[in-house]
C-alpha cells in the first residue's frame, strides 16, 4: 500500500516539490516587488535549486531503472555544466 514511507524517491519528490513551491513564491513576489534586489537574488537561488532538486529526482529515477528520453539526457546533462552539478 502506498505510500511505502521507505521508498528512496519520496525525499527527492519532496525536494522537488519543495523547491518549485518556494521559487513561485518567490517569482509571485518579484512581480509585486519588481525592483528589490534582494528578492532577486533569492528568487535566482530559489530557481537553481528546483534544478539542482530535478536532477536528484532523476538521477535517483535512472538508479532505479529508469531510462530517460533523449530529451531528459540533454536537459541534464546542460543543468549539469549550467550549475556545475556532479556528471550524470
Known amino acids: 500500500?502506498?505510500?511505502?514511507?521507505?521508498?528512496?524517491?519520496?525525499?527527492?519528490?519532496?525536494?522537488?516539490?519543495?523547491?518549485?513551491?518556494?521559487?513561485?513564491?518567490l517569482q509571485a513576489k518579484l512581480?509585486?516587488?519588481?525592483?528589490?534586489?534582494?528578492?532577486?537574488?533569492?528568487?535566482?537561488?530559489?530557481?537553481e535549486q528546483v534544478i539542482e532538486a530535478r536532477a536528484a529526482l532523476y538521477r535517483g529515477l535512472m538508479?532505479?531503472?529508469?531510462?530517460?528520453?533523449?530529451t531528459v539526457v540533454d536537459n541534464l546533462e546542460h543543468d549539469v555544466e549550467l550549475l556545475h552539478l556532479p556528471g550524470i
Open 1 to 25: 500500500m502506498y505510500p511505502n514511507w521507505d521508498d528512496p524517491l519520496l525525499p527527492l519528490l519532496a525536494g522537488y516539490h519543495a523547491a518549485v513551491i518556494r521559487s513561485d513564491g
Open 63 to 70: 538508479g532505479l531503472g529508469w531510462t530517460p528520453p533523449p
Open 31 to 47: 512581480q509585486v516587488h519588481a525592483g528589490d534586489s534582494d528578492l532577486l537574488d533569492r528568487s535566482l537561488v530559489a530557481a
